[in-house]
């Protein structure tokens, strides 16, 4: 399994669109230059953070995006359900059939499915409980965010 670039680049959007004015948004193009990733990917990831309910659209010529909810409502597993989609990481092909060279194997569980599934199940639970404000206020405890706050002054309408 490996987590997408898009999961990583969400993150630090919904981190800048927390730092905006109310009322204030930003468009996709500031966003990838401040970031220096792929615009045209960026949008494809903003559009999915969108349609989860994380980041509001405000469309024209002073429009942009800004955060939907609070940081503190925002965990890391609702962005990867945002950006990864809400699929199984682990979905199993169903191989013990195949390793056991039989028609229908017991009906015991299958040993590797239920360690994935376990897998799946820490890894949702370890994403569930960090929340974007506490890595917020972990940055701010560890940099100066003044340079990040003066940049969203300048590109914020």
Known sequence: MKISS??????????????????KHINSLALSERLHVSHSYLKKT???????GLVKSSPGKLGGFSLAIPLDEIDFYKVFMAIEGREKVFASQHLLVQFLNKDKPKLEPCAV?????????TLKTTMNSITLNT?????????DIDDLDEWIKTVAK
Request: aromatic content about 6%; hydrophobic content about 40%; glycine content about 4%.
């Open 6 to 23: 898009g999961w990583e680049q969400s993150i630090y959007v919904l981190l800048i669109l927390s730092r905006l004015p109310k009322g």
């Open 46 to 52: 903003i559009k999915s953070l969108v349609k989860e």
């Open 113 to 121: 499915s239920s360690a994935m599934d376990n897998i799946e199940n």
């Open 135 to 143: 890595m917020m206020k972990q940055i701010q405890e560890n940099y």
